[in-house]
């Protein structure tokens, strides 16, 4: 009997995920934030004075969901809110000192998680998975669009 897609990719994937998000979760505990914390920080200190609306976009995160991280992240005084010229009701984000400062800390730790993560498993295969997940995802942003 073959095994079917369901099983190989939507199942296996989708355990996978909930696995690393469980582990990177509890690898960050020692920071005392959360991975998806952890994307919101990352992303604006690659991406300064970036309003939560394209913030949101760029981590395909819903705007409810985004406006709870950021006030949690807010009151731990790693991100600040600055008013948008133009507009008082929008407002540009910020990474903070501290928040620069655990970026410093947390993104080699991270990185020595994902290197654990992918022990065993050669650049190549490596190189390949990130193939096979790019044209499932450029896949899904197509169909998505229908």
């Known amino acids: 009997m073959e095994t079917s897609l369901d099983e ?4 296996q994937a989708n355990q996978m995920q909930k696995k690393m998000l469980r582990y990177l979760n509890r690898s960050l ?3 005392e934030i ?3 914390q952890w994307v919101v920080l990352s992303t604006l200190s690659e991406n300064e004075s970036i309003n939560q609306r394209s913030l949101s ?7 409810t969901s985004l406006l709870r991280i950021l006030d949690i992240l807010e009151k731990k005084g790693l991100v600040e809110r600055r008013p948008f ?5 929008a407002s540009s984000l910020f990474i903070t000192e501290n928040g620069k400062h655990l970026r410093s800390e947390v993104a080699p ?19 390949v998975y990130e193939k096979v997940l790019g044209e499932i995802s450029r896949n899904l942003d ?3 669009k229908k």
């Open 8 to 11: 190989t990719i939507g199942l």
């Open 29 to 31: 505990e020692w920071y």
């Open 34 to 36: 959360t991975l998806e």
């Open 57 to 63: 976009a760029k981590i395909e995160k819903d705007p």
């Open 85 to 89: 010229q133009g507009d008082r009701r």
């Open 109 to 127: 730790y991270i990185e020595n998680r994902f290197k654990e993560i992918t022990a065993n498993i050669s650049a190549g295969e490596i190189e």
């Open 142 to 144: 197509g169909l998505l």
